[in-house]
């Protein structure tokens, strides 16, 4: 079956008919692809190559809603904090149908990621606890998406990378992703399959972040602020800066401001009540009567604006007076009221840059295009990272038949040895002991290496040829502790799964 | 030696390109690898380029510009030299792909232009008149500095005035620290300017003792100083902002290619040279 979102009511059982590639649903992921445009699914197609049928790779699935299909009446009753979500997690493993759970609530989405031992049972039991439980009405058609095997590795991928996010590359996201993966981690829920793909999506988050411009650029308005300044003066931390207002706009830019190291905030007002509310929040900031403007401004860098007046607080002879009267240093003016605090024209003096809301858009509007212009780029991020994962489940899968067959050449090597040892010198025996170890060790290598790594569909069936040819069946009297330990090393491998960004074995 | 010479003038064009491109990454990709590489790699061929300057003047026993390649290969040099210092001064990379590109070029031309042999030409064995040229090179190097930046901040600054954001919005480091590299750009140009024309005029009193102030070419030298200084002076007092001194410092650049090229084509004087 293909990945896609589950169509039908969310009770019906999980359908194991094929369905169409194209089926429509309101799926985050399937709608991302679209808007990552034909050019990057066909890339992403050709980099997955033949393992993009899924069977290569691991049992998975996802169930999830996101901004996309569920209304935020909806999303905030589906939302865990975090111990709710520790108890979600203890309520899942409890089943036995399921082995592995990952639960990743945000404030625009919630999903939970299975590794079942029964897909049919573990989807019932996470679509009735996680979200029936909480909001029934989920049950209606089009609201729930259902992903598998390596839909839902991507989609998690995608979503650490800031692919699915409302704001196409927000950072936040990858934190998110990071603490789900520690609060699996802690309940012990995130077992050797989950430990690995959150490593691979954590990377993907990573590298998206690094090597690309997906978060590139300010793309909402107190972040733009903070852009056009960056632009001007060297140093935020030696900014001053004026804000004209004191409302909701002008706490959230001096909010963003102040986190990224303005310290010399300076508030007028109207109502001085409003402005020691301001002050309340921000307790660094002097507030001045709102006729002293035109003074405070000699001494800004930075003016922001943000009155409900109708009429310009600010015209182009009062702003050119303050200008003539402060040394040459450039002035930044953000005029965020509507209508327009400070007269247009003003933006004609010498070293004033003004800019309006919309100049503003202008600019995250901007950065958004390029933005989604990088998005072709994640995808392949993406695709590498799944690739990653793939070969580490693979050689999962190979090093319990690698490890009878080593213990079968060894018990070999010590048998023939021991028949034949008698017939030479005592001084030799040694050297003989040497010689045959590294025969062995030789002969094995490049077997060992091709069940390890090699890619494609056929890797299971040549596993089975390998176990027929040598006869490594499964009574082996060692297999399950060899099993175990190998499952314990891929585990111990990647106990920091929220920090470590490490490769998986060359395959 | 000859060969060591020779093999440098494909070493230093080739050794600066790959600088250029290290800077290229930096500027359009803001790789951090390249970032840390750019400035030691760019110092590490500075002083090979330096090397291969003592290594002609040792080859020919006089001053290395009496060739055009001599002479571009000692432009290009100072244009390293300063660019070097204001990013070293400044703490600021993102602008070298533009400089080192510059330099890239003189020396291309230099090596292109290199001949086996060097005309043996006595003025070049005076050590004042080195002292005059290397003076003159490194402040016109550094108004060439200068100028570029004052182009990268008056496209800076048209964007931000008008909310247009080209392709250079983004790229380039704030307003604030292109004026500031500008400003080192122009201080050390008029400091060496100021030192050649000193030792240009006690070089020619000492040469040509009669009326060589109304050298075409001393006339402009003097009216390029004129302009950079009074620049400077205006900035200083505050006079000025940013936009009138980029401005200036373009118009300055100006005068000098005046003073290089028109002055040498259309007016004769003991100053043929260079």
């Not at chain 1, 111990?83 to 939970?112: D, F, W, Y």
């Not at chain 1, 182009?316 to 930044?332: D, F, H, I, K, T």
């Amino acid at each position: 079956m293909p990945d896609s979102p589950h169509p039908g009511s969310a009770r019906d059982s999980l359908d194991p008919a094929p369905r169409g590639a194209g089926d429509p649903g309101p799926a985050g992921a399937t709608a991302a692809a679209d808007r990552a445009g034909a050019g990057a699914s066909e890339a992403g197609a050709r980099a997955r190559g033949p393992a993009a049928n899924g069977a290569a790779g691991p049992s998975l699935l996802l169930l999830g809603i996101d901004f996309h299909t569920v209304p935020i009446e909806l999303r905030e009753r589906v939302t865990y904090g975090h111990e709710e979500a520790e108890k979600m997690l203890v309520h899942l493993l409890a089943r036995s149908a399921i082995a592995e759970a990952l639960l990743l609530s945000t404030c625009n989405r919630t999903e939970v990621v299975l590794q079942p031992r029964d897909e049919e049972q573990a989807y019932r039991a996470a679509l009735d606890l996680v979200f029936l439980s909480r909001a029934p009405e989920i049950e209606r058609p089009g609201l729930l998406y259902v992903k598998r095997n390596q839909g839902a590795a991507r989609h998690l991928l995608a979503v650490a990378c800031g692919l699915e996010s409302m704001v196409l590359g927000e950072s936040e996201i990858l934190g998110q992703v990071k603490q789900a993966a520690a609060l699996a981690e802690a309940v012990g829920a995130a077992g050797p399959v989950l430990r690995r793909l959150l490593r691979s999506a954590l990377a993907a988050g990573r590298r998206a972040r690094q090597e690309t411009a997906i978060s590139a650029g300010a793309v909402s308005l107190g972040y733009a602020v903070i852009e056009l300044a960056r632009n001007i003066f060297r140093d935020l931390d030696d900014c001053r800066v004026l804000l004209i207002g004191a409302g909701e706009i002008a706490r959230a830019v001096a909010r963003n401001l102040a986190e990224r190291g303005a310290r010399q905030l300076t508030v007028v007002n109207r109502t001085p009540e409003r402005a020691r509310q301001f002050q309340e929040e921000f307790p660094q900031a002097a507030a001045l009567p709102f006729a002293e403007r035109f003074g405070a401004i000699r001494e800004a860098d930075l003016v922001i604006a943000s009155t409900g007046a109708d009429e310009p607080v600010i015209t182009r002879r009062q702003l050119a007076e303050a200008m003539a009267a402060r040394p040459s240093r450039p002035l930044l003016v953000v005029d965020l009221g509507v209508p327009r605090n400070v007269e247009p024209e003003a933006g004609r003096i010498e070293n004033v840059f003004l800019h309006s809301i919309d100049s503003l858009d202008h600019l995250i509007q901007r950065n958004l295009k390029r933005r989604k212009d990088e998005m072709p780029r994640v995808q392949e991020i993406v695709d590498e990272e799944i690739a990653h994962f793939h070969g580490w489940y693979r050689g999962m899968q190979a090093e319990p038949l690698i490890a009878r067959l080593q213990k079968q050449a060894e018990r070999i090597r010590r048998q023939e040895l021991s028949q034949a040892l008698p017939h030479f010198p005592e001084s030799s025996h040694e050297h003989l002991d040497r010689l045959t170890r590294s025969l062995v060790r030789k002969i094995l290598h490049h077997p060992s290496d091709g069940l390890r790594g090699r890619e494609g569909t056929e890797h299971l069936p040549r596993l089975d040829l390998v176990r027929e040819l040598f006869r490594l069946d499964d009574t082996d009297p060692d297999a399950g502790e060899t099993h175990e330990a190998s499952e314990r090393a891929a585990g111990e491998g990647s106990a920091t799964a929220a920090d470590a960004d490490e490769k998986p074995p060359a395959e | 030696m000859q060969l060591l010479l020779r093999s440098a003038n494909i070493v230093l064009p080739l050794a600066y390109l790959l600088v250029a491109v290290d800077y290229g990454f930096v500027f359009f990709a803001a790789d951090p690898r390249a970032q840390r590489a750019a400035a030691p790699a760019l110092r590490a061929v500075i002083l090979l380029h330096l090397a291969y300057l003592l290594g002609l003047a040792a080859q020919w026993g006089q001053f290395p510009a009496a060739t055009e390649s001599q002479a571009l290969s000692l432009i290009a040099f100072a244009v390293a030299v300063v660019y070097a210092y204001v990013e070293w001064h400044g703490r600021e990379r993102s602008t070298g792909f533009w400089l080192v590109a510059l330099v890239f070029f003189f020396q291309l031309l230099a090596s292109v232009l290199a001949r086996p042999e060097t005309p043996d030409r006595a003025i070049f064995h005076d050590p004042i008149f080195a002292i005059h040229v290397s003076l003159a090179l490194l402040g016109y190097a550094a108004f060439a500095v200068a100028a570029a930046y004052a182009f990268l901040f008056l496209q800076l600054y048209r964007d931000l005035k008008a909310g247009r954001f080209s392709t250079f919005y983004g790229k380039l480091p704030p307003l604030a620290v292109l004026e500031r590299m500008m400003l080192v750009a122009l201080t050390a140009g008029f400091v060496s300017l100021t030192g050649a024309v000193v030792t240009g005029a006690f070089w020619a009193q000492r040469l040509y003792p009669s009326d060589w102030l109304h050298d075409p070419k001393i006339l402009a030298t003097l009216i390029t100083w004129a302009i950079y200084g009074m620049a400077l002076l205006l900035r200083r007092l505050r006079r000025w902002q940013g936009r009138q001194t980029a401005l200036a410092s373009l118009a300055g650049l100006g005068t000098i290619l005046f003073s290089l090229v028109a002055v040498n084509l259309f007016f004769s004087g003991f100053h043929a040279f260079l």
